[in-house]
């Protein structure tokens, strides 16, 4: 679903970034496969089965409790997610249950939430907020978008034991409008009290970046090479700010792990947050990397991660999506792509129409889509409104998968 995309327009050139979900690996084999990262194992692959843990080092088949107390020395531990893939984060779970189960004392580390977020997140944990006053004050909906039911087991988990959760990101109007020139540069980070120098040098990241970006891709494909240039920038420049705010947050909490979340461009093949963090952090990092498995001989290169978890591959996700791309405008917002098999195609929704009302509520702002989204399930039927060439129409979008 195109909602997978994170959608930030780059000040001055109105292209469009991929950014957390720029890792939508599942169905993608020359993503999982390519030959990039690390030279030991780049040129090797592994074969990966539903619910196994693969060692892609040693090619070790691994029990979640024994990769456990293969983590026990890590102090960065990254750990990807597809953030709509109900899969990913049961994975991210699984493994802070099982360290904290050993007793190993750990901090998470999240890509969706800015360092201004820092004193909520600390309120959460000590059981100040309910969930409905965390999720206002967050402004959930506004800042990342995505359906809280994908992530509220880890921070429920994450309150009931106690351990903190440590905000990663930069904010968004940070990145936004960064260009390669900005990159280069040392330092404010862009809205994080940190010096920040952002490494762009990488040959691998960048063939890396554009396999994601193949010219089937209908935001990104044939863009020209000043605006490719800028979105690897950006991708790279929030590598670099997480990765500072990960080594920040190691020193603060010595003798501990930091579990970090983040969506798979910024944590597979090393070549990300892992990659970034060389010149701030001495220590190893470990990368775990969900692989959906869409059939009995899915294979990814070793170099993809330390280990890879074989998940299912979903066929829808788990939680309701619209299944069109929009852009805000004065009232309401802009479709710019419809997802092909989504609710928005079968309800007539078109490229060029502005959706100003959803199941009864004026739209303003993708925000506003975004909370009414929430309260929907599979199976609902909903009114909307949608302006195409200057007349009203009125649209019923059934949300069947």
Known sequence: MIEKIVAAFLSGTGILLCTGCVGVISGQAEILTLPVGDPVRKDQQVSVQVDEVVDTLSGDTLSPQALAQRLTDGRLILIAEQHTDLEYHRVQLRVLELLQQTGR???????????????????????????????DESDWYGNWGYHWGYYRDILLFARAHAIPLVALNAPRNAVTGMGADDATADGEAHGAALPLKVDLSSPDHRALFR????????????????????????????????????????DSYPDTALVALAGTGHVIYELGIARQIKDRYAGSVTTIVPVAVADAD??????IGDF??????????????????????????????????????????ETGDILTSFKGVTIESRPDLNRILATIQWGDEVAVTVEREEEQHDLTLRFQR
């Open 105 to 135: 004392a750990m901090v998470i580390g999240l890509e969706m939430f800015e360092v201004e977020d820092q004193p909520l997140l600390d309120a959460w944990v000590a059981g100040r907020f309910t969930e409905a006053e965390f999720l």
């Open 211 to 250: 396999a994601f970006f193949d010219t089937d891709d209908p935001i990104h494909g044939g863009l020209p090479e000043d605006q490719w240039e800028a979105l690897f920038a950006a991708q790279c420049s929030m590598d670099a700010v997480m990765a500072a705010n990960a080594a920040l947050a190691l």
């Open 298 to 303: 899915t294979r990814v290169q070793s170099s």
């Open 308 to 349: 890879v978890w074989g998940i299912p591959d979903m066929p829808a996700p788990a939680f309701p999506e619209l299944g069109a791309l929009s852009v805000g405008v004065e009232a309401g917002l802009h479709i710019i792509h419809v997802e092909p098999d989504s609710p928005a195609e079968a309800g007539g929704l």
